[in-house]
């Protein structure tokens, strides 16, 4: 089960950041795009996005095809790395403006992970809910986007709506949960004060994915139903995941939800 996540995760993250098939674009009779297209072809192996060289491939590129959403994008990244978030969003805007089912999904995402704007991503995702029928995975692989956007809600406080969006989305058919769904679940329920529900889904996450963190919550379950000896052992356990690299980590961010050692050890 965790190859085959581990699998799908890499070829999703792999799709979601190829250029686009230059070739598609020429037969739909677009030979705007297709010459830009073209002209950026592999310029993201050759140059590092931060280098001149790579910026100003993708501005001849625009000049040659203004409404080429793709060069808007590529742009975007560097200034989204380097903390410049007003050229990022002005970038990122007119990507949006001209292909929305292509970049809606990934402003969305960005607007959660890296800005907090949690109503801004929400509003991208429900756009993109009435342009296709699958809205997508995060440009990570980590989560579906309707998880986002579930997580999106839990951290406005709408801790109902959250657990309907998530359940809705594990019962998908061909749906392979993602690496944090369960322990998203789990901890929205917690929250509601839900134990029942909360350690069902902390039993999924164990499963398909172990994470200290999922024991720190299994640990709190058993505390309040003052089984003491188990809330120990599931700490300890956490502690020693938590040591192994077997927790919540992103390069750039803090996952929703994220403990950290200290919290754990003085739980």
């Not at 919550?217 to 356990?237: L, M, T, W």
Request: proline share 2%; hydrophobic share 35%; charged share 25%.
């Amino acid at each position: 089960m965790k190859y085959t996540l581990l699998v799908i995760t890499a070829l999703l993250f792999s799709k979601l950041n190829a250029q686009p098939n230059c070739k598609a674009f020429k037969y739909y009779g677009d030979t705007l795009q297709y010459k830009a297209c073209e002209m950026v072809k592999g310029i993201d192996e050759k140059y590092y996005q931060f280098s001149r060289e790579f910026q100003q491939a993708y501005d001849k590129a625009i000049e040659v095809c203004p409404y080429f959403a793709y060069a808007y994008k590529e742009k975007s990244v560097a200034y989204l790395k380097s903390g410049d978030f007003l050229n990022w969003k002005i970038l990122m805007d007119k990507a949006v403006n001209y292909n929305k089912v292509d970049n809606l999904g990934y402003r969305g995402w960005c607007r959660y992970q890296f800005f907090k704007d949690y109503k801004g991503a929400i509003a991208d995702f429900q756009e993109l809910e009435t342009l296709v029928k699958d809205i997508g995975y995060s440009v990570n692989g980590d989560y579906h986007l309707q998880i986002a956007k579930a997580i999106c809600y839990s951290a406005l406080g709408e801790k109902d709506r959250a657990i309907e969006i998530i359940n809705r989305q594990l019962s998908q058919k061909d749906y392979p949960p993602g690496w944090f769904d369960y322990y998203q679940l789990g901890v929205t329920y917690f929250e509601l004060k839900d134990y029942y529900h909360s350690m069902a889904a902390f039993q999924k996450q164990a499963e398909i994915h172990p994470l200290a963190e999922n024991l720190y919550y299994i640990s709190k379950i058993y505390k309040v139903q003052d089984n003491i000896q188990q809330a120990e052992k599931s700490r300890k356990q956490a502690i020693e995941l938590y040591k192994q690299g077997k927790s919540m980590i992103d390069p750039y961010t803090h996952h929703f939800n994220k403990i950290y050692l200290s919290e754990i050890e003085k739980e």
